[in-house]
């Protein structure tokens, strides 16, 4: 049976994807399963690609992937980030990026989205209608589930933790963020999501002595100082801000 290592939100993060793996590789992870939202950031694009492309990982696609070559060239003009990841990634990891799934059913009880499984846009356990992350009601998770039947479903998107189990009696695992702990964003609402600690989050799943999945959170450290560094050599000291202490401000 596999023991799968969760990842999401890498967000061109090398230094934390490093930290990740070596962690879930020393306790006993078989597989890697990566939600989406991967090079987009001022770290280290390219260096991230090669690390995942070196490793045997399941990936499905993120917004923020889409973002990197659905841009037009207005968009791309006017956001240096973008322009940065663009100049640093060259061609072969666009093309990579084009070819992601959207969601991947990875066991027949085992369901994969970014976030939820209509729309990577939208946060499948959190309403940010306040500003910051309330969990949603029983009804709405259900609801944004789309009628997908897995037992456990999983999704990133919005860097939070998460375990929440629904009146069906399926449970939502969003592992966290590898490699951003704190964001702030004015759509659909302005609001942020902090975690008020710079350690890397992932998750571990693997299948329990009743068929039942058992579920583990882990925060892992890493060298935040260098992914600080290649943000604000990017012009991004909010990025550094939020890498270096999980807060927005």
Request: hydrophobic share 40%; charged share 20%.
């Amino acid at each position: 049976m596999e023991k799968y290592a969760v990842l999401s939100d890498i967000h061109s993060n090398v230094f934390a994807l490093e930290a990740v793996v070596e962690d879930a590789t020393w306790k006993g992870a078989t597989r890697l399963v990566n939600l989406g939202d991967i090079l987009y950031g001022p770290i280290a694009p390219r260096a991230t690609f090669d690390f995942l492309k070196a490793h045997d990982v399941i990936t499905i696609s993120g917004n923020q992937d889409r973002q990197i070559y659905a841009s037009t060239q207005a968009e791309i003009a006017a956001n240096p980030t973008l322009q940065f990841i663009l100049e640093d990634l060259g061609e072969e990891p666009v093309e990579w990026l084009k070819q992601l799934p959207f969601d991947l059913q990875i066991e027949a009880d085992l369901y994969a989205c970014h976030g939820t499984p209509t729309d990577d846009l939208v946060y499948l356990l959190e309403d940010i209608r306040s500003g910051s992350p309330q969990v949603k009601s029983d009804v709405e998770i259900i609801g944004a589930l789309g009628g997908v039947t897995s037992g456990l479903i999983l999704c990133g998107h919005t860097h939070i933790p998460r375990c929440i189990q629904v009146s069906t009696g399926q449970r939502v695992i969003n592992p966290g963020s590898v490699g951003l702990q704190a964001y702030l964003d004015e759509l659909p609402f302005p609001h942020a999501m902090q975690n008020y600690t710079p350690q890397a989050s992932y998750a571990l799943i693997e299948e329990g002595i009743h068929g039942q999945w058992d579920v583990s959170f882990h925060r892992v450290d890493y060298d935040v100082d260098r992914a600080v560094s290649a943000a604000r050599a990017q012009g991004r000291e909010d990025w550094a801000q939020c890498l270096k202490t999980g807060r927005c401000s």
